[in-house]
């Protein structure tokens, strides 16, 4: 309940009087919302929410059918209360910059309150000299770095929204997050704050794993959490979306693993019914992430980028978006249970 409470922000709109647009050949929800001028990624969930009869696969348009508009403040929008004699307090929503997400998204506005007194680690799998798996796309080369380091930029920037102290372990200068299919492959992630990542791959990990404890140390006694997310799962010939794991030994590891799980679970059923959402939830203690750090953490495999169906789901970036959203959601969801 609580968590809905969080979310309430969104809810301050009548449904009947929301204005409506006919998607046009091509059109997708991002870019549809984009065009009425509503912050896409603020109103997205509102609009699935509204429009969730009318989506094929629970993120995709059909041409031609009309779609209701969820109203939000825009980007820059100050709320002023301009009747000062009522208590009600002045409000304005103040947003701050963050350059890391890219010029586009840069700017991240509160949505609530809710993570406040919370240190998150986010760490994307690979990077650097290391692609991770690569796949071919359309003649393209495509690396999972860059999609595990979109995903987690998209979750970042949903945490910070919360309120939370967020720690971006790998870190590309450059790139922010990106609306294409193809994300261009590069070598210039560097691990927190500005390290070069080495080739090999125990040197790589020990590094990613020693700027997490040391972070940790320095916020000891504050509530403190760690996602990992790959796109590389090796569930080969299994038909599974995503698998979540933790420490056999961490309880707080268990719990978070599990929430983002559930919440999985629960979105699927919600906007998915047609499909069965397949995802394990296990420990696995031999992964060397999860065995050396400090925090309780997840480990996300988002599917695996070699594997055309997963492609096609990690691909899109409305999809990619709502993967954060849902990741952020189970997050909210753990916190709140705490
Ligand atoms: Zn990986």
């Known amino acids: 309940m609580l968590f809905i409470l969080c979310n309430g922000i969104h809810c301050a709109y009548g449904q009947d009087s929301l204005p409506t647009i006919v998607a046009q050949k ?25 429009n969730m009869d009318n989506l094929r696969d629970s993120v995709h348009l059909y041409e031609g059918r009309s779609y209701k508009i969820p109203q ?14 009522q208590s009600t307090k002045i409000k304005e929503i103040k947003g701050k910059e963050y350059s890391i997400f890219g010029k586009k998204y840069a700017l991240v506005l509160p949505k609530s309150e809710c993570l406040k007194e919370t240190v998150y680690y986010l760490v994307s799998g690979h990077g650097g000299p290391d692609p991770g798996a690569m796949a071919m796309y359309r003649g393209k080369s495509i690396a999972e770095d860059e999609y595990a380091y979109d995903i987690t930029l998209r979750l970042a920037r949903e945490l910070i929204a919360h309120g939370a ?13 990106r609306d294409d299919r193809i994300l261009e492959i590069d070598r210039d992630e560097v691990n927190y704050p500005k390290e070069t990542i080495p080739l090999n791959q125990v040197a790589r990990l020990k590094q990613r794993v020693e700027a997490v404890n040391q972070l940790y140390l320095k916020n000891k006694g504050k509530y403190q959490r760690l996602i990992v997310t790959h796109v590389d799962s090796r569930s080969k010939g299994q038909n599974i979306d995503v698998f979540f794991y933790h420490h056999e030994k961490s309880k707080n590891g268990k719990k978070l693993a599990e929430s983002i799980h559930k919440t999985f679970q629960a979105k699927y059923k919600k906007f998915q019914p ?51 959203k849902w990741i952020s959601e189970g997050i909210l969801l753990d916190y709140e249970g705490e």
Not at 274 to 296: E, Q, W
């Open 26 to 50: 091509g059109d997708g929800i991002l870019s549809l919302l984009r065009k009425q001028g509503v912050n896409p990624h603020e109103a997205y969930d509102d609009f699935i929410a509204l």
């Open 72 to 85: 939000l403040p825009m980007d820059t929008v100050a709320v002023v209360d301009s009747i000062q004699k």
């Open 165 to 177: 102290k967020v720690h971006i372990i790998i870190r590309d200068p450059d790139d922010g997050i």
């Open 274 to 324: 047609n499909r069965t959402y397949s995802g394990t939830f296990g420990d696995r203690t031999s992964l060397y992430m999860v065995k050396k750090t400090h925090p309780a953490m997840a480990y996300i495999e988002i599917g695996n980028i070699r594997n055309k169906k997963d492609q096609r789901r990690i691909l899109d970036p409305d999809n990619r978006q709502a993967l954060a």
